[in-house]
């Protein structure tokens, strides 16, 4: 069974740092990519990082560019996201998921692996 498991989370002043992991088990670690998406009070979830385990492709929303930081743990079969220069409209929860590339890259609910999230908080 795959489990995501995020950690991190919490609250923070405008300009702070987090940094969020996502551990994963239950499958082979390289087997998928993983992203990260969030969900703001009242927005849809959308995605903001994504990382292919096999091949190091990464990419990043417009939103989040220059400011935050994915990165993979292979022999911890976990992922990183490092978030720097945080503002309050990065305030969310905060979800990792897995899957093929060309999934976890699309819509969010065409997503079939998700972790419970963690909620981050950005006061100004």
């Known amino acids: 069974e795959v489990q995501l498991v995020e950690s991190g989370g919490g609250s923070v002043q405008a300009g702070g740092s987090l940094r969020l992991s996502c551990t994963a088990s239950?499958?082979?670690?390289?087997?998928?990519?993983i992203a990260w998406f969030r969900q703001a009070p009242g927005k849809e979830r959308t995605g903001i990082s994504w990382?292919?385990?096999?091949?190091?492709?990464?990419y990043y929303a417009n939103s989040v560019k220059g400011r935050f930081t994915i990165s993979s743990d292979n022999a911890k079969n976990t992922v990183y996201l490092q978030m720097n220069s945080l503002k309050p409209e990065d305030t969310a929860v905060y979800f990792c998921?897995?899957?093929?590339?060309?999934?976890?890259?699309?819509?969010?609910?065409?997503?079939?692996?998700w972790g419970r999230g963690t909620l981050v908080t950005v006061s100004s």
């Open positions: 998921a897995a899957g093929p590339w060309a999934i976890v890259t699309g819509p969010w609910y065409g997503v079939g692996y």
């Open positions: 990382i292919d385990i096999t091949d190091g492709r990464i």
């Open positions: 239950g499958y082979s670690f390289t087997n998928y990519s």
